[in-house]
């Protein structure tokens, strides 16, 4: 088995085995961006690893095995190999579904989980569990660069404990957030000087709206009551329209959105992120 670089012209014929993978050619975005292939008499594995152009402190990793070439030692040969290419020293991360297997690869490896995305689907009905507060507004009322500096702030903070951003962040955070969420729908609180207290932004990337919501400081007084506040209104909102399933993105760590979450009584799957240490 020889390993090589994952080539552009090997994407024009993707093999059934990696649909629903997002493949790229070596070193697609510089040095930090690597892809390989192994390969006997044709491709056994590929394995992709990237830095995120928000965090940069761990290399996202996703190794792919062909079916019938499982359970070989192949997938952690390819891990070995994208190891021995990382620029930097820095553990390799991935994610996923609790039942997915490719978690079960990542623990066999030594993976320690860094983060829980709690269960996320419910609908707009169960909004009569939340309560009335403040008031809120649509973000499309308020000035754009007013939002995304508290977009980015939210995201600093609720990321800090486990995935600290990185320097420039903010820029491709918010890159593609007005093509993505739905200014109408989402939600804002502020306090009398304009300042942003709590932001709920909907998001219609997907077949059903996605929700985060949080506070703007960690700290912020009755945060609880603000989140809870934003993510009615959005609720209520998205209901007028006929929309009944919605689904929420937020982590266990997310002091004022998890106890909201919970009113709504989601039901999924549980979700983790990994970190896996230096092979």
Partial sequence: MEFRPLRERDLTSIPAWLAGHELRPDL?????????VAETDEIVAVGIMWTSRVHGDRYWVDVVVHPGHRRRGIGTAMAHHLAALRAAPLALMTRGYVDDPGLAFADALGARTIQIVPPAKTTTAARTALRAGPATIAVGSVDRAV?????????????????????????????DLWDE??????????????RVLALALVYLDGETPLLTAETTDAATPDGERLVEACI????DVLSDRGV??????????????????????????????????VL
């Fill in 244 to 277: 009944v399933d919605v689904e929420f993105d937020g982590h266990v760590s997310d002091p004022h959105f998890l106890p909201v979450l919970a009113r709504v009584k989601p039901t999924g799957r549980w979700f983790r992120l990994v970190e896996i240490p």
């Fill in 181 to 194: 969420i739905d200014p109408e729908a989402s939600s804002v609180v502020m306090d009398s000087t304009g």
């Fill in 147 to 175: 939002i995304e500096a508290a977009n980015a702030r939210i995201y600093e903070w609720t990321h800090a404990s486990w995935s600290p951003v990185a320097t420039g962040f903010a820029d491709a955070l918010n890159e």
């Fill in 28 to 36: 697609w975005r510089g040095e930090h961006t690597r892809a390989a």
């Fill in 232 to 235: 009615l209104r959005s609720l």
